[in-house]
């Protein structure tokens, strides 16, 4: 059985790409769900490993690290919750940020980044 299909399946959706973000296979399902996925032909190892993404994301569950909750996994792939935001790599994506926003988002990724320390 396909993605779409075990996707379809599971959490009775169908699957969307995602804009935004550099890190493999991304999709929503019905705006409630956000589906990672192995590249087709591609083992889950390295960059490509999301089973790993989704093991951690379960550890800080109920941690001060704010985090969303992984809904299922599977061989190949993984749903978490759905988390209302926007995906911006400033090194390779064009965007308008003003200054002041991107201080503030960089301060909060340092703010969280302490949380997952001391988790």
Same mark, same amino acid.
């Given at each position: 059985?396909?993605?779409?299909?075990?996707?379809? %399946?599971? &959490?009775?959706? %169908?699957?969307?790409? &995602?804009?935004?973000? /550099?890190?493999?296979?991304? $999709?929503?399902?019905?705006?409630? $769900?956000? *589906?990672?996925?192995?590249?087709?032909?591609?083992?889950?190892?390295?960059?490509?490993?999301?089973?790993?993404?989704?093991?951690? !994301?379960? *550890? !800080?569950?109920? =941690?001060?690290?704010? *985090?969303?909750?992984?809904?299922?996994?599977?061989?190949?792939?993984?749903?978490?919750?759905?988390?209302?935001?926007?995906?911006? %790599?400033?090194?390779?994506?064009? /965007?308008?940020? =003003?200054?002041?926003?991107?201080?503030?988002?960089? !301060?909060?990724?340092?703010?969280? &980044?302490?949380? &997952? /320390?001391?988790?």
């Amino acid at each position: 059985m396909n993605l779409a299909d075990q996707v379809r %399946e599971r &959490l009775g959706g %169908e699957l969307e790409v &995602l804009p935004g973000g /550099h890190s493999g296979l991304t $999709y929503t399902v019905k705006d409630e $769900y956000v *589906v990672k996925a192995v590249p087709p032909g591609q083992k889950p190892v390295g960059r490509n490993d999301v089973l790993r993404q989704a093991r951690v !994301l379960r *550890v !800080l569950e109920g =941690s001060a690290v704010p *985090v969303p909750r992984v809904i299922t996994t599977d061989e190949t792939w993984f749903a978490m919750e759905f988390a209302d935001g926007e995906a911006i %790599e400033p090194v390779l994506d064009e /965007h308008t940020l =003003s200054p002041d926003l991107a201080r503030t988002r960089m !301060l909060e990724a340092a703010r969280l &980044l302490r949380l &997952l /320390h001391d988790a």
